[in-house]
């Protein structure tokens, strides 16, 4: 097995995530067979009590899985299906040595951070990387390990011993090391300053790991001085010293780091040149292209409660954003906080209300995603009311489903006091419930995690059509509330079709509107299996939808046709957001970008400004 260990340096928010994305698939591209581990230096177990303003969105994996969102980004990537595993915490390792501990498996000894800790991070990666993740059988050639936090941080001490000895156990010709620094551009002086890296790189070998290959992140290609400045002092080859800088577009990372012969690099180091082929990458280069093409846009309207980050709403957009691409429409994301549409609204703040409405009455197509809490669910409730009354494709996700069905009942059938029981216990009709199975005692790893089963039992609707006419579908959930069993047939005589249900027949799974152009609602989360070649066939319905081209989808059973679309953009998707009436967030690059080239502030979470003249790297695929 060879590893490829990505750290990063100087500042958090770089984009290690997206690095060790990019040199997976391109080390794919060259023949070899990769996986992905990350490591997360939070004491946590997993991500799933975290809130999505403090680490962005849940990522969650086929086998329940609640993880880091660069989790996210490997499988959309690398097109893999990763497990729990594959994300190590110290809450999980600390976890396990204290299980260990307490059935006396160490003997009475005293235990310690070396050795215990330190092997059991060693024991760890070398068990996970084993796991193949690709289909096949057997391990992968290579495992890609990216370590979360910066060069220096007091809880990322364990994991640095620990590689560090990791690296001496496998060897030399196993073991590659990059490092992601930043080379700022000083608007005073207008030079590259190299400094920081020297510093970061000195830390780095005081703690016992040499870079073999710097991965420098900064506005433009590095000058060959500054390359030069950066080998004599970092003790790096100046061929193993390449840059990341700013592009249109995330998916160009991979042809950058392949224009810089960074997989020749890697190949060398882990004695690999032999074996690998040169990378093959074509299809991947026609996809990047056609998006820096587009032009013709689509407006979709995200109503949501998170709308001040949108690393909350990640892989959402990253799903939105493979359906625009292949119906070939420049995506325009406008947000809509959920509050802001509400009736207090309109009487306390009557401009952010209007403002909120026309961003809601402007656009193609309405998604409302999942959430928990119930700050906002009113004015969710009125747009997906809104989407339903004037024909507007919606589409509801988890909690946009509930949502969907709430309003339902209230407007059609008359029970102006249906709501979930999650907002109000007291309520007469609860449309939605609290799953028997869950717990209300213990949040994290309770709800119903990972992937299930959805049968279609109206084999001719909408979505059993958008996914290929197939008798089921395996989808990811992360949910605690179901809609009400006992009130489905009341809600079906009204006009509102449960068209997907799980194997008990009991659990409602998919909604639609027979009468609507296109109105849907999942409790489940599609967007978590969305890639860049392959989108979820909900959000290419949205999306098709939204550009009044639905049907030839339909008859091609969910798969994109050329012909269908016809070209648009520079393939910058801009991204809107409206919080207070105010708009905090412009940019023209992609949607929530790692790399975003937009003239104001970058993802609303603290991590930086875009220049105005190309890509903010802030970690997404």
């Not at 002086?189 to 016992?208: A, I, N, W, Y």
């Not at 709800?447 to 996914?467: E, Q, W």
Request: with cysteine; aromatic share 6%.
């Amino acid at each position: 097995m060879k590893y490829v260990l990505v750290t990063g340096g100087v500042v958090s928010g770089l984009g290690k995530g997206v690095t060790a994305s990019s040199i997976g698939l391109l080390l794919i591209a060259c023949g070899l067979r990769v996986t992905s581990i990350k490591i997360d230096p939070y004491l946590n177990t997993d991500a799933g009590t975290m809130s999505p303003f403090e680490h962005g969105e849940v990522f969650v994996l086929d086998d329940g899985g609640e993880v880091d969102l660069d989790l996210g980004n490997y499988e959309r990537f690398l097109d893999v299906k990763l497990t729990r595993d594959n994300n190590i915490t110290t809450g999980k390792i600390y976890q396990s040595v204290l299980e260990k501990e307490r059935k006396g498996d160490y003997l009475g000894k005293t235990v310690q951070v070396v050795p215990h800790i330190t092997d059991a991070i060693q024991e760890w990666i070398e068990r996970v990387a084993k796991i193949p993740v690709d289909g096949q059988e057997g391990p992968a050639d290579v495992c890609v390990i990216e370590l979360g936090g910066t060069i220096g941080d007091i809880e990322s001490m364990p994991f640095i011993e620990a590689l560090v000895q990791f690296s001496y156990r496998v060897g030399p010709g196993n073991f590659c090391l990059i490092h992601v620094s930043l080379v700022p551009v000083l608007n005073v002086v207008g030079e590259q300053k190299t400094k920081p890296t020297q510093h970061s790189v000195r830390g780095l070998r005081g703690m016992g790991l040499t870079p073999n290959i710097l991965a420098c992140r900064s506005t433009k290609a590095l000058d060959e001085n500054v390359k030069g400045k950066l080998a004599q002092f970092c003790h790096v080859p100046a061929e193993n010293i390449v840059t990341l800088y700013d592009v249109p577009n995330i998916w160009h990372i991979p042809l950058l780091l392949r224009n810089q012969k960074a997989h020749e690099a890697i190949l060398k180091e882990l004695n690999l040149l032999g074996v690998a082929r040169e990378p093959a990458l074509k299809e991947w280069t026609v996809r990047t292209k056609l998006y820096d093409t587009l032009q013709k846009p689509v407006r979709i309207a995200m109503v949501g409660k998170y709308t001040g980050l949108s690393d909350a709403y990640l892989s959402v957009l990253k799903a939105l954003l493979h359906a625009s691409v292949a119906c070939h429409r420049k995506l325009v994301v406008d947000w809509v906080a959920a509050g802001e549409l509400e009736d207090i609204t309109a009487k306390e703040a009557p401009d952010v209300s209007k403002a909120a409405w026309d961003l809601l009455k402007g656009a193609d197509g309405v998604l409302v995603p999942g959430g928990f809490g119930d700050r906002g669910v009113q004015g969710k409730i009125l747009a997906a009311k809104y989407a339903r009354e004037n024909n507007v494709p919606y589409l509801g996700i988890c909690l946009g489903m509930q949502i969907a069905v709430i309003e339902f009942a209230r407007s059609v059938l008359g029970l102006h006091d249906a709501d979930s029981t999650e907002f109000n216990a007291e309520t007469t009709n609860p449309c939605v419930i609290f799953m028997p199975e869950g717990s209300k005692t213990h949040m994290g790893g309770t709800m119903r995690l990972g992937s299930r089963r959805t049968h279609f039992n109206v084999p001719d609707c909408i979505s059993a059509k958008l996914y290929g006419n197939v008798g089921f579908v395996d989808e990811r959930h992360r949910h605690r509330y179901e809609v009400n069993p006992n009130m489905i047939s009341q809600l079906e005589n009204a006009g509102l079709s449960f068209v997907g249900k799980d194997e008990t027949g009991q659990r409602m799974e998919i909604i639609e509107l027979p009468s609507h152009p296109y109105f849907v609602g999942v409790q489940f989360h599609p967007e978590f299996k969305s890639r860049p070649g392959k989108p979820s066939a909900l959000f290419l319905g949205l999306i098709a939808a939204a550009c009044k081209n639905l049907e030839p989808f339909l008859h091609d059973n969910g798969h994109v046709r050329k012909s269908v679309t016809n070209g648009m953009s520079n393939g910058h998707s801009m991204v809107k957001t409206h919080i207070n009436g105010g708009t905090i967030k412009s940019s023209n690059g992609p949607v929530h970008g790692v790399y975003s080239n937009g003239n104001g502030h970058s993802n609303g979470n603290g991590h930086g400004h875009s220049n105005g003249n190309g890509v903010h790297f802030e970690g997404s695929c």
